[in-house]
Nanobody, 124 residues
Framework: QVQLVESGGGLVQPGGSLTLSCAAS????????MGWFRQAPGKEREFVAV????????YYTDSVKGRFTISRDNAKNAVYLQMNSLKPEDTAVYYC?????????????????WGQGTQVTVSS
């Protein structure tokens, strides 16, 4: 059984930081590209960041460049999203996703495996 489980969300003040984690189990992770997406209330799910297998390439949406960092620990089957200088517009449910391959996939339809999401709220 394939599972992706996110953790690390919460409430943070503007300018603060959070690190999201995504643990992969089952047969996925090795040779899989891992992505982070988010969905705010009333909006469509949007791409945030992606890291290729084994981790030598990364890509970010423009709105998070310089503030967010995606990384992976292949020994632990985990991917992370370090989020700094958070803004109220970063408020959303954040989802981890997996897709076999080494390309930098940025469309949600590219991914076949999804976690349940973790809520991030940026508010004073």
């Amino acid at each position: 059984q394939v599972q992706l489980v996110e953790s690390g969300g919460g409430l943070v003040q503007p300018g603060g930081s959070l690190t999201l984690s995504c643990a992969a189990s089952g047969s996925i992770f090795t040779f899989y590209t891992m992505g982070w997406f988010r969905q705010a209330p009333g909006k469509e799910r949007e791409f945030v960041a992606v890291i290729s297998w084994p981790g030598d390439s990364r890509y970010y949406t423009d709105s998070v460049k310089g503030r967010f960092t995606i990384s992976r620990d292949n020994a632990k089957n985990a991917v992370y999203l370090q989020m700094n200088s958070l803004k109220p517009e970063d408020t959303a449910v954040y989802y981890c996703a997996a897709r076999r391959g080494s390309s930098l996939f940025t469309r949600s339809n590219d991914y076949g495996y999804w976690g349940q999401g973790t809520q991030v709220t940026v508010s004073s």
